[in-house]
């Protein structure tokens, strides 16, 4: 046994108190059929006989390491006990005590590795630390011999440092081992735009209608709980929160105004009482730093309160960053957002007014905006023609939202709120459909079917159109389902 390998003493053994870690790890690498595997572990996290406290256990493991480094990589416990059982070698009871161990199993390997690692940073800790204080007795060049010396290990026991690999390793990608998955929280027109772990971000300019979108996203979670199907959520739909935390965080409108509309909101989902697990603040005039920290101190709480976080929504979250332009601070705010829908399980959406210029795209503003929607599950855009808002998103990773879903809604006097209607665009659509099927009903007569051709024909000779045209409209009435091919060349009306 070499001295570089064992250097701690009896006493410091058991005040760490590591024999049974140790013990454990080589029961990991002594499982038949999943030695191999176990083995490049330790070996990645760069475990080696040093990092033993007790030295059978060191001394078994580089038996294990020798058999490995020799190229077997099946039937290494076999070959093991084969060479201690030839050489009666006193090891023998170290391997059988290990491979009774209570807890022979691969999955606690990453907490043995984990608990060797910090023991043998904190003995290294130590060691650097008597170093120098024995140094400060010293004459002034040997202290600085000893100060260079400690500099030198310091570094390298930060280039050690293994524990961001092991987590890294933990999360890692494996076919046999699916992460579960995420089950959608929030959807429009029967579509998933909200699922945990994802950023979500809706696009409005002023005046467009946002706050009815937060207060019907907020009474689509309350109807999820109470069943009331008669209730108008403008389309919006939710999974059943059970009892987990909605957070809202306002940051644009006064107190007064911010309870106005989730007043608004609750009598949307058509109740009276306040939800225990919907937690509501208004936090207008706050500067990004006291919102950041009122947004985790508001997960904190209402996850230990509630059990979870369903979702949250942040009615202004623009006000979270100094600067909407400054790429390093709006993505530096994006990926902390999305690391805290990660850690509590829950979709963030970010409400965030477009730009206002009149060559401005459907973006949200500056870089925050861009960045938003890069990292964005969905991003919801509301405009706004007339008196008609309509809500559309072809920016997502699940079924876009289109115009032909019927999301639109405008105000209401006698409701006090903004209610579902038909979309401008909607309405076109139901227009020009009933015109092709009146004409459809004409030129098909008592035929049953036509072809091609004869459809053709008939529709130029019923609206006196040019032979391009009437093609476009057999195309048209296709697309609208006013008529389906049966067979090759031959059309019906659909009844």
């Given at each position: ?268 989902a058509q109740t009276e009482e306040d939800p225990s697990w919907i937690h509501a603040y208004p936090c207008a005039g706050r500067d990004p730093p006291a919102l950041m920290s009122t947004l985790r101190d508001a997960l904190a709480g209402a996850a230990k309160r509630t059990g979870g ?132 009903f004409e030129v098909f007569g008592n035929e049953k079917t036509l072809r091609w051709q004869d459809l053709n024909a008939k529709i130029m000779e019923a609206r006196d159109t040019s032979n391009a045209t009437a093609g476009r409209r057999i195309t048209e009435m296709k697309d609208l ?15």
């Open positions: 046994m070499s001295a570089a390998i064992y250097q701690v003493s009896a006493n410091e053994r058991v005040d760490l108190g590591l024999s049974s870690t140790e013990q454990s790890l080589l029961s990991c690498l002594l499982i038949r059929g999943s030695s191999a595997d176990n083995f490049k572990k330790c070996r990645d996290a760069r475990i080696t006989a040093e990092i033993f406290t007790i030295p059978e256990h060191a001394e078994l493991y580089q038996r294990i390491e020798g058999i490995c480094g020799n190229g077997v990589n099946e039937g290494i416990v076999d070959e093991l006990e084969r060479e201690l059982t030839q050489e009666r070698s006193p090891l023998l009871n170290t391997y059988i005590s290990a491979t009774g161990s209570m807890e022979p199993t691969s999955a606690f390997l990453g907490k043995y590795i984990r608990e060797l690692k910090v023991a043998q940073r904190s003995r290294d800790v130590r060691k650097i630390a008597k170093d120098l204080s024995q140094a400060s007795s010293q004459s002034p060049d040997e202290q600085i011999e000893a100060l260079t010396r400690c500099s030198t290990q310091v570094g390298d026991l930060l280039e050690s440092n293994i524990d961001g690999f092991l987590k890294l390793e933990d999360s890692r990608l494996k076919l046999s081992m699916p992460p579960p998955e995420a089950i959608p929280r929030i959807f429009l027109a029967g579509k998933p735009i909200a699922t945990p772990a994802n950023l979500v971000s809706i696009i409005s300019k002023a005046k467009t209608g946002k706050t009815a979108t937060v207060g019907a996203i907020i009474a689509a979670a309350i109807v999820a709980t109470n069943g009331n199907t008669n209730a108008d959520t403008l389309k919006f739909t939710a999974s059943n929160p059970a009892g987990k935390a909605l957070l809202l965080i306002d940051t644009e409108q006064s107190p007064h105004d911010a309870w106005v509309c989730y007043k608004r909101a609750l009598k949307r976080v369903f979702a949250v929504i942040l009615d202004g979250v623009a006000d979270f960053v100094a600067d909407v332009n400054d790429p390093r601070e709006c993505n530096s705010f994006v990926a902390r957002l999305h690391s805290l829908a990660i850690q509590y399980d829950c979709p963030i959406i970010c409400i965030i007014h477009s730009n206002e210029g009149f060559k401005a795209g459907d973006d949200g503003r500056g870089h925050l905006g861009k960045q938003l929607a890069r990292k964005s599950e969905s991003n919801l855009l509301l405009k706004k023609v007339g008196e008609v808002t309509t809500i559309t998103s072809d920016k997502q990773r699940k079924a876009p939202i289109t115009e032909a879903d019927g999301v639109a809604f405008q105000w209401s006097d006698e409701e006090v709120r903004h209610i579902t209607c038909a979309g401008a665009e909607i309405s076109k659509t139901r227009i020009k459909k009933t015109e092709l099927a009146d004409l459809a389902m006013v008529i389906r091919m049966t067979s090759f060349g031959l059309y019906e009306r659909v009844t």
